[in-house]
C-alpha cells in the first residue's frame, strides 16, 4: 500500500467527513491550478500534469467528458479512446497522465518518484474532496483506502446488473481476483501468472513422479527429498529467488506469503493473522527444506521461480534455463486452493462521486474488451496474442548488459499449454508492499536460531498491524 497515499488519506479524514456530512462536492481539496505540461507519448487532447478532475462533466458541445487518469503514458488507452469516441459521438475521453516527462534510466528516477508523489497527493486530494477522475488506473494509489471511506463504484453490482456483461468472456478467478466481503471496486485489464521452470529432462532422469496441478508445500517436501536423494544433475529441489536472481531465506518466505497473501493479511479491514499457528508452521517447514536440501540459496536446482508478464516472456522463461523445461504450478498450502498463482495488472476503478459514472462503466468495458495488456483478462484477446506470437514466428530475448541475445524459435506446442495454467489461476498474489518488507526483514532471526518461530510470529504480527493502522 502506498506510504504517501495512506499519510495524506488519514490528515484529510476530516474532509472527508465534512463532504459526506454536507454532501457538498463542489470543492477540491487539493487547491492547485490544474496544469498542463505537454504531451508524454500522448495524443492531442491528453494532458499531464494536470490535477485530476478538473473538467466539467458535459461539455459546451453537449458531450459527456470521461477523464481517465494513469501515471503512465499508454498507447492501448489512447487507441482505446479514440476508437470509442469515434463509435460514441456524444463522449469525450481526456486522458490524464502523473509523469511530467518521458522516462529515462539516465537522471529519470529522481523525476518519475517526484512525479509518483505529486500523483498520489493530488489524486487522493481530489477523490477525498468529492472531486477527482471518473477513471482511475489505480496503480500506486491507495485503492483499499478509497475502498474502506466508499471513494470506489461497486463494480460487482455493475457486472451483476449489466445483461450485456458475460463473465464467460474474461478469466473468471483472475476477474473475482478483487472480491471482498463489500464487493468489488476495480477491474483488472490483464493478470501475470507466477510459478516455477523446471528441467523437465533433469527431473525425468531421476524416475521422480510428482502431480504440480494439485500439490501442497507437504507433497513438495516430499517431491523435493525424492530429487535430491536422487543424487542428478542438481543439488536443490528449488534455489530460493526470481529468475536469474538468488536470494535467501528471506526473500522465499516473502516469496511464498507473497503467493498467499490474501490468508495472512486483509488490508481492507486493516487485519493481519501472522501469529497464527498457520505461519509459525510455515517458518518451521521453510527451515526444514533447507536442512534437507530440498531448498537452495545459491546455483540452480531443478526448479527456478518465476512470473510470467506475457505469452512472449512465457517462452523466454522457459528458453532461458534450457532446451528441455516447462511451467510448473507452485504447491499450495492444505488450506488453501490448487491451482495457479496470480497477480492482477492495469487494476481500473470507477470513482463513485463521478457524474458519469454509466458511461465510465461502459468504457471500462470497451477496455477490457478491447486491450492487450501483457496477459489479456479478455480471453478473446489472450487467443489473439497467442496467434500473434504463433505467426511471429521467432523471439529475440532482452540483451542482458552488452551480451546481444539470439532469437528462438516459437514453440506452438509449450503456448498452447498457457491458457490451462491462465484458467487454473486460484491465489491472488500480492509481490510488494511493507508488510511483506517486514516478513522479509524480520524471519532471519527464526532461521538463525536466535527466536522461535511463535516469536517471530508474534513480532511481524505487531509490526504488521501498526502499517496496516498507520
Known amino acids: 500500500m502506498n506510504k504517501m ?7 484529510a479524514l476530516i474532509v472527508l467527513t465534512l463532504a459526506a456530512c454536507s454532501n457538498n ?14 504531451l508524454v507519448n500522448g495524443q492531442p487532447g491528453t494532458t499531464t500534469g494536470a490535477n485530476p478532475g478538473e473538467e466539467e462533466a458535459t461539455s459546451s458541445s453537449g458531450k459527456k467528458t470521461i477523464i481517465f487518469s494513469s501515471f503512465w503514458p499508454n498507447e492501448q488507452y489512447e487507441q482505446a479512446a479514440k476508437a470509442y469516441e469515434a463509435a ?17 534510466d539516465d537522471g529519470g528516477g529522481k523525476q518519475t518518484d517526484s512525479d509518483i508523489e505529486k500523483f498520489t497527493a493530488s489524486t487522493n486530494a481530489a477523490m477525498l474532496a468529492g472531486k477527482g477522475p471518473d477513471l482511475l488506473d489505480l496503480r500506486y494509489l491507495a485503492a483499499d483506502d478509497y475502498e474502506r471511506h466508499h471513494l470506489l463504484e461497486d463494480l460487482q453490482s455493475r457486472m451483476a446488473g449489466d445483461k450485456t456483461f458475460n463473465k464467460m468472456n474474461y478469466f473468471a478467478n483472475v476477474l473475482d481476483g478483487g472480491n471482498s466481503e463489500t464487493g468489488q471496486f476495480s477491474l483488472p485489464l490483464s493478470f501475470s501468472l507466477s510459478g516455477m521452470v523446471g528441467d523437465k529432462a533433469a527431473i525425468a532422469a531421476t524416475g521422480v513422479k510428482f502431480d504440480d496441478r494439485a500439490w501442497t508445500w507437504d507433497d513438495f517436501m516430499t517431491t523435493g527429498r525424492e530429487l535430491v536423494a536422487a543424487k542428478g544433475k542438481y543439488d536443490a529441489a528449488v534455489v530460493s529467488g526470481e529468475g536469474y536472481q538468488v536470494g535467501g531465506t528471506d526473500y522465499f518466505v516473502r516469496s511464498i506469503v507473497a503467493d498467499n497473501y490474501g490468508r495472512f493479511v486483509d488490508e481492507t479491514s486493516r487485519k493481519a493473522s501472522f501469529d497464527s499457528p498457520a505461519f509459525a508452521g510455515l517458518l518451521k517447514q521453510i527451515k526444514s527444506m533447507y536442512n534437507d536440501g530440498v531448498a537452495g540459496s545459491n546455483g540452480r536446482g531443478y526448479f527456478i521461480n518465476v512470473s510470467i508478464l506475457s505469452p512472449e516472456d ?3 522463461s522457459l528458453h532461458a534455463f534450457g532446451d528441455e523445461t516447462a511451467f510448473y504450478v507452485k504447491p499450495h498450502a492444505d488450506e488453501e486452493a490448487a491451482g495457479t498463482s ?13 457524474k458519469v459514472k454509466d458511461a465510465a462503466w461502459d468504457f471500462l468495458k470497451y477496455l477490457m474488451d478491447h486491450t492487450s495488456i501483457g496477459l489479456p483478462i479478455n480471453k478473446e484477446r489472450f487467443h489473439d496474442a497467442i496467434q500473434l506470437l504463433k505467426e511471429q514466428g521467432t523471439i529475440t530475448p532482452p540483451s542482458i548488459d552488452s551480451q546481444h541475445s539470439k532469437p528462438f524459435n516459437v514453440d506452438g506446442a509449450q503456448l498452447d499449454q498457457l491458457e490451462g495454467f ?13 508488510v511483506l518488507d517486514i516478513v522479509a526483514a524480520n524471519t532471519d532471526a527464526f532461521f538463525t ?8 510470529a508474534r513480532l511481524i504480527q505487531n509490526k504488521a498491524m501498526t502499517v496496516l493502522n498507520e
Open 422 to 434: 491462465a484458467d487454473a489461476a486460484a491465489r491472488k498474489r500480492n509481490e510488494s508492499g511493507k
Open 342 to 354: 496470480f497477480e492482477t495488472r492495469a487494476d481500473i476503478g470507477i470513482n463513485a462521486n463521478s
Open 88 to 104: 460514441h459521438p456524444d463522449i469525450s475521453i481526456k486522458l490524464q497522465y502523473g509523469l511530467s516527462e518521458e522516462y529515462s
Open 25 to 38: 462536492r463542489s470543492t477540491s481539496g487539493s487547491g492547485d491550478t490544474a496544469e498542463e505540461t505537454g
Open 5 to 11: 497515499g495512506l499519510i495524506l488519506l488519514s490528515v
Open 314 to 316: 512465457y517462452l523466454t
Open 449 to 456: 536460531g536466535q527466536k522461535s518461530a511463535e516469536d517471530v
